[in-house]
């Protein structure tokens, strides 16, 4: 009698594992091109480089079927440079996304770990590096649309779609012990689709971001390249930053036939340890169109507009983008695309996404490369 007791409590916890279906999907992006910059700290520079269109990433996906409409889930993501093979986002094994949660068909999903802002999700997919392919970031991407950093310790809240509506939230902690607002962020954001319409609009704010508290929310990729142009104060680049806050709306109009109209307007808000303060404006829009399946036109300008405060500056950024992209499968596609950007006013610095600042007014990229997407 024991061993049949045994015998079906083993049975029935085989027929449990059974039951909970779960499944983990490997996917990633290889990207790589060749580029030639007219100046690049004073020279003229032929490069290759990673990511030119999507960043270079492997990861993982995991779902289990927890029953009654309720899923365990989680995703691990690395980033890496394909020219050298080494990691990227400060050499995290998973430093684009590491988190793991618990997801409800009418309840949403709930996740924690190192996560994007409402910015990536609602605001990110009418930039025109994403609607037009190539890498006209807005100045310094001090908006985070192309992902320069990504939020520790982050709680993230995402509903379900209703009628077309969906929001999420983000709070990622300090985890420092009596400091909560050092080094913390928060983020809510909303998007709406219907028929041809997308739009999204979100919010950002970080509190004293940075490496002066490494187990924070934002830290090390928060300084980790020269595009960055405004994480210091414009008066001393020992000063950093002790608020920083983004506003945005955008969407996109498909008016069929491959034709797509994208539209951006952000605006971020730094206020320096030194009491002074930037408030930089991004006027951006798109448009992309297939010419035929497998071939897509692109075209974009952004103006953009600083205004300083504790100095008198007003620095100006224009940036135009003509672009090319041929698919020659699903999954593999070549491009060609020319990115300018001109600059005025001071404290103003002409610097493309990937590339060191130029020491005219004036920086232009042309480059080619290939996508393999699995």
Same mark, same amino acid.
């Given at each position: 009698m024991r061993r049949c007791i045994i015998a079906g409590a083993i049975l029935a916890s085989l027929a449990g594992t059974t039951w /909970?279906? %779960?499944?983990?999907?490997?996917?990633?992006?290889? +990207?790589?091109?060749?580029?030639?910059? &007219? &100046?690049e700290g004073g020279a003229s520079s032929v490069k290759m480089l990673g990511g030119t269109n999507q960043n270079n990433r492997i990861g993982f996906k995991i779902a289990e079927d927890l029953g009654g409409g309720m899923q365990a889930v989680g995703q691990l993501e690395n980033g890496f440079d394909i020219t050298s093979g080494k990691f990227q986002q400060g050499g995290r094994m998973f430093g684009r996304q590491a988190f793991v949660g618990l997801s409800d068909r009418s309840l949403g999903t709930v996740t924690i770990g190192r996560q994007y802002d409402m910015f990536w999700d609602y605001i990110a997919p009418y930039a025109a590096p994403s609607a037009a392919v190539g890498l006209a970031a807005n100045p310094g991407d001090a908006d985070n649309l192309m992902g320069s950093w990504r939020y520790n310790n982050a709680v993230k809240y995402a509903s379900p779609t209703f009628g077309g509506f969906s929001a999420e939230a983000l709070y990622a902690f300090s985890n420092a012990?009596?400091?909560?607002?050092?080094?913390? /962020?928060?983020?809510?954001g909303a998007g709406y689709q219907s028929s041809g319409l997308k739009v999204g609009l979100a919010y950002v704010q970080l509190d004293s971001p940075g490496v002066a508290h490494p187990n924070g929310a934002v830290t090390d990729?928060?300084?980790? /390249?020269?595009?960055?142009?405004?994480?210091?104060?414009?008066?001393?680049? &020992?000063?950093?930053?002790?608020?920083?806050?983004? @506003?945005?709306? /955008?969407?996109?109009?498909?008016?069929?036939?491959?034709? #797509?109209?994208? =539209?951006?307007?952000?605006?971020?808000? !730094?206020? @320096?340890?030194?009491?002074?303060?930037?408030?930089?404006?991004? *006027?951006?829009?798109?448009? +992309?169109? !297939?010419?035929?399946?497998?071939? =897509?036109?692109?075209? +974009?300008?952004? @103006?953009?507009?600083? #205004? *300083?405060?504790?100095?008198?500056?007003?620095?100006?950024?224009?940036?135009? =983008?003509?672009?090319?992209? *041929?698919?020659? %499968?699903k999954?593999?596609?070549?491009?060609? @695309?020319?990115?300018?950007?001109?600059v005025s006013g001071p404290y103003a610095v002409a610097d493309i996404f990937l590339n060191a600042p130029s020491t005219s007014r004036v920086q232009n990229m042309l480059l080619a490369g290939i996508r393999h997407r699995f």
């Open positions: /909970a279906q %779960s499944n983990v999907t490997l996917y990633g992006v290889l +990207s790589e091109g060749i580029g030639l910059v &007219n &100046n012990a009596g400091q909560f607002g050092v080094n913390r /962020a928060f983020s809510v990729d928060y300084f980790g /390249a020269p595009f960055e142009l405004f994480h210091t104060s414009p008066l001393n680049g &020992n000063v950093g930053v002790q608020r920083q806050r983004n @506003y945005g709306i /955008a969407g996109s109009y498909d008016f069929g036939n491959g034709v #797509k109209l994208n =539209m951006l307007v952000d605006q971020i808000h !730094f206020e @320096y340890l030194d009491g002074t303060s930037l408030r930089l404006s991004n *006027y951006g829009t798109s448009l +992309s169109w !297939f010419l035929t399946p497998a071939l =897509m036109l692109g075209a +974009s300008y952004t @103006y953009s507009q600083g #205004k *300083y405060g504790g100095l008198d500056a007003n620095p100006h950024w224009n940036t135009a =983008m003509l672009s090319v992209d *041929y698919f020659l %499968s999954r593999t596609d070549v491009y060609l @695309y020319d990115v300018v950007q001109r």
